[in-house]
């Protein structure tokens, strides 16, 4: 089984964002990057499979800047075996992302597309679903837990009302939830091991894929500030003022 | 060892370049990716369990050392030959940083790597190496260094454990006892030193498991209270012939050896610390209130994370200068060559004016950040629900261990003179000699530089031309009795340290400023600390003059030293502001990057 893992840089979730000056983006300059936890989560996964002799090939693409081989290089450490870098500088909005990413699955074939069931940065939760409809494939999104069957992947999703298990015909595409495991630290060796995994770089033209965005980033601005609290006497006094000036009840 | 830019010691005769330096802004997006897992790591698993570690919990600390062998972050700079990484000794350096932020974890892999590996890469045979070396790289092993007793500290060579030959001429049996083994609880291997027959200072390779070792109990220490210090007991503890290390008779070679590179690696512990406590004072006075606003908001903490981050900037910027001159000594180094234990010792040898250096410039930089961090806290930090506590009372050792600083001070300038006596710091009295003459010569004042770069540089010239003139005057009035007359001795180490880290914060502004990123900052935490530093060294240099001279040479000398001691005057107050915003804008000590 040959596994396609799509890897997003993103702002570090750690690190604090800010508009920058205009309010067109976020302020960038000094910002930290790292691969979307959600997909380290799908790339963990994907190497478990192949550990576990399920998988034989895992391939990390990322669609982004050439900053993004950064993340790519850190999928290649961690135990990626070649990786992707699908290089433009144009703002994306994710039927963009989901386009070239079904031409590089149309490129590479795998068995089973695994990814994160959302990017921290945009929480659009969209890509996934998106291939699932453009490559007219199977999927299972959200999955906590994955297993291999002949042919077949059974999944375990999360659910508001409890935990679903659907079998997916492969190819399919299977997003990762929160819980499906803990991704490994990076070992050094894995990184000295990584100067030597390939790394190819493909541009939207090489793809044919056309990236014009249905999509426009409008405006940036921060979410107004907390006030401050107000103390109440009783009960009583609490349930009154949730009607008559919060009028949430 | 390739072609060195700067020779040892030679940084105090010759100028610089920016493009020969090594700095931070240099390394490359896989050394990044390096320093990334090792903070993953420690944030991830050790920070996390800081108590359990601190009070020592059974089988905690070996299980994480075990762990960070197994991700590689113990073999880094180890040749790949005898499993380690074979890293460049930047990127060493970098790691070293990284692995810092729970103290005792950090001298527990830092004594490991360090002193506890080291000795058997350097002086091992073949065989020492291949049988310990790689399993030391991968945490297999664990390594200890047992050279101070209870009797001897800063004069190792007057040990008193013995080592005589076995009847049957199979065995050294070592007697005696050594104090203050750091991992002595849980270290499967030490570098034990005994003299042999009582008189010959000899190395060996000393399994736990060898008859007639054991370990005391667990010292009561101050601080670093999860790293484990333990005496080593010897009775008749038998150790094959072949686990001598080095040759019979040179163990101070295999004692001294090694330690230049822990000492500098110490610095570059020290600088993972003061980052973590300047993040941690910031966010603490940012978060606290009195008088109706954030302490933050106040001059006097302004300053006090102004000049945190200034220190760190500066030992920053020595740190990696100095990991890239190292790294020109050990690089290309052939492990598998016949000659490979001379060729590092020949690295080694280059650089103990440096090391010693940073070992005290790292040191008293971050208790200087330890201590005005509790400051910071005020009444918090001085109680245990607050990390200051433990950051002050864990940074201490730092100035004791690796050769106390009052150690490192004398052995500075006591290298300095070695090195050129032995002809290895050709120049100096050329340079010694240009001085005199230009002293001769009237001088004509030059319109001061505005430019923060060039004004720095013009103190940097002349705080050399200062410690050459007052060195030179002190070996030629004092003589052979310098050594003894300690007091003039530790004042031109402190010029020199001085000296060091200034020119290193200069050098890299111009190298900031060569690869067109943004040094407004750097350049302001350049300027202040050069010109506190100048200052410093003014006034070094005036109580050593007079101290050793007397009559019209004392005269001439002051003379001498106001010329070139004239100071460009800037407003240090205002730049310290601009700094402290920065910090408290960014919750952290300056770097030009994102982390
Ligand atoms: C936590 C801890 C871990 C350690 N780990 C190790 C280890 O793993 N392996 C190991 O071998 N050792 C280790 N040591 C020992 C350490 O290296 C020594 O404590 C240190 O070298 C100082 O020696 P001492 O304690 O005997 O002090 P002393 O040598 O007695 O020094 C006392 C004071 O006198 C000063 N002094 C001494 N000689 C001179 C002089 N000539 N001129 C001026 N001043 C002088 C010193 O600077 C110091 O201020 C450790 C110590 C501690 C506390």
Redesign the pocket.
Known sequence: MKILVPVKRVPDPYAKVAPNADGSDIARDSLPYAVNPFDEIALEEAIRLKEAGSATEIVAVSVGSEESTEQLRTALAMGADRAILVQTSDWLDAPAVARLLAAVYRRENPDLILLGKQAVDMDNNQVGQMLAAMLDLPQATFASKIEAQSGQMRVERETDNGTETVSVTLPAIITADLRLNEPRYVALTGIVRARSKPLETLTSADLGVSVSASVRLVRVETPPKRQAGKRVESPQQLVQLLKEEAKVI | MSQLTLRGGEFLLREAEPRDTFIYEDFTSEDLLIAQAADEFIRGEVLPKNDAIDHQEEGLAVQLLKKAGELGLLGADLPEMYGGLGLAKMTSTLLAEKMSLQASFA?STG?HSG??TLPILFFGTPEQKKKYVPRLATGELVG?????????????LSARTKATLSPDGKHYLLNGE???????GWADVFIV?AKIDGEQFSAFIVERGFPGVSVGRE?H?LG?KG?S?RRVILENAQVPVENLLHIAGKGHHVAFGVLNIGRFKLAAAGLGGCREALTIATRYAKDRQQFGKSISEFGLIKEKLAEMAIRIFALESAVYRTAGMLNEAFHGIDAGAENANELYHHADEEFPVECAILKVLGSEVLDFVADETVQIHGGFGYTEEFPAAQIYRDSR?NR????????NR?LMLDQMMKRAMKGKLPGMMEAAQAIRSELNQPMMPSPDPTDPVEQVERHVKNAKKIILMTAGMAVEEVGMQLQEK?EIVARLSDCMIHLFAMESAWLRVRKLQEKGLDATIASAMMQVYAYDAFDAIEASARRAILSFVEGDMRHILLTALKRYARRIEINTMELRRQIAEYVIEHERAWSASGK
């Open positions: 001298v004594a002193i506890g200890a260094f047992s050279l101070s007793e209870a009797g001897c500290g800063s004069d190792p050594k104090m203050w083994t750091t991992n002595g030193f010292e220490k670093i790293s210090t050792i004791i261990f690796e050769g106390t600083n009052e150690i004398l300690q």
